[in-house]
């Protein structure tokens, strides 16, 4: 019998973009999708999406093409470590202030 034809209930938590609030200063790298490696933008649906199901911060929106909300993104890298097709590179900080400024 299982949890829900005994009665009981149970909670189940998932994250929720901004949860822990917004990134601020101390994230030391941020991830960058390379849209042509990324099986769903080249699938043009969503397909994969392993980087979306393990985000721990919610922040990468599922649709096409991927995005990441950096607001809110800590730069744990592990979108970068599940991604099958290696779309996701962890970037130092550094290089992306100079990259805009």
Known sequence: MGTREC????????????????????????PI???EKCRAAKAGKLVCMQ????????????????EIDLEYCKGCGICEEVCPADA??????????????
Do not use: L, N
């Open 7 to 30: 009665g009981h209930t149970s909670a189940m938590s998932s994250p929720t973009k901004g949860e822990a609030g917004p990134t601020g200063q101390w994230r030391t790298s941020r």
């Open 33 to 35: 999708v390379d849209q």
């Open 51 to 66: 980087c979306w199901t393990y985000c721990p911060e919610a922040v990468i929106d599922k649709k096409i093409p991927i």
């Open 88 to 101: 996701i590179t962890m970037v130092p900080e550094t290089d992306c202030v100079k990259d805009e400024g």
